[in-house]
């Protein structure tokens, strides 16, 4: 379990942040369901399935993305509420390059190319490492490439 005390942010604000990105980017505005919103926001403050602060933030960014509580911008999202969770907690230092880094990401969670377990690490990347591992690097190239390239 986590030593550091954790915030979190409700659901207004997460549906507040969503209208805002709609609204300057584009993209039709509503929630298809807010029950997915919901259990994501409450899940992810369950230390027993979500220990560390990474592994909170990949679920965080994973169920945005992937449960479609919005009619449109799951993706873009699920960048900015991620953003504003690591903000939130203290880890500004990375904010940016989480933003940068996770504009292809997401497109590749959404895409079924990138798993959890991929994203839990590529987020453990961002926060702990100055750049990926070449481990890293690797599972991410097989996981986008082709397959007739792999």
């Known amino acids: 379990m986590t030593d550091i005390r954790i915030?979190?942010?409700d659901v207004a604000h997460a549906i507040r942040e969503h209208d805002w990105i709609i609204e300057n980017s584009g993209g039709l505005a509503g929630i298809r369901e807010i029950g997915y919103l919901e259990s994501a926001l409450n899940h992810v403050q369950n230390d027993l399935y979500y220990p560390e602060f990474e592994t909170k933030l990949a679920h965080?960014?994973?169920a945005i993305n992937k449960f479609h509580a919005f009619n449109d911008g799951n993706k873009r999202s699920?960048?900015?509420l991620g953003a504003y969770f690591l903000e939130l907690n203290g880890f500004d230092y990375c904010v940016t390059k989480f933003v940068r880094e996770m504009e292809n990401i997401a497109v590749w969670l959404a895409e079924g190319k990138i798993d959890k377990?991929?994203?839990g690490e590529i987020v453990t990347?961002?926060?702990m490492d100055n750049d990926y591992p070449d481990s890293l690097k690797l599972k991410i190239l097989h996981a986008v490439s082709p397959e007739d390239i792999s």
């Open 60 to 62: 965080l960014v994973f």
């Open 125 to 127: 990347s961002i926060i």
């Open 78 to 80: 699920s960048i900015a």
């Open 117 to 119: 377990e991929l994203l």
């Open 7 to 9: 915030f979190y942010f």
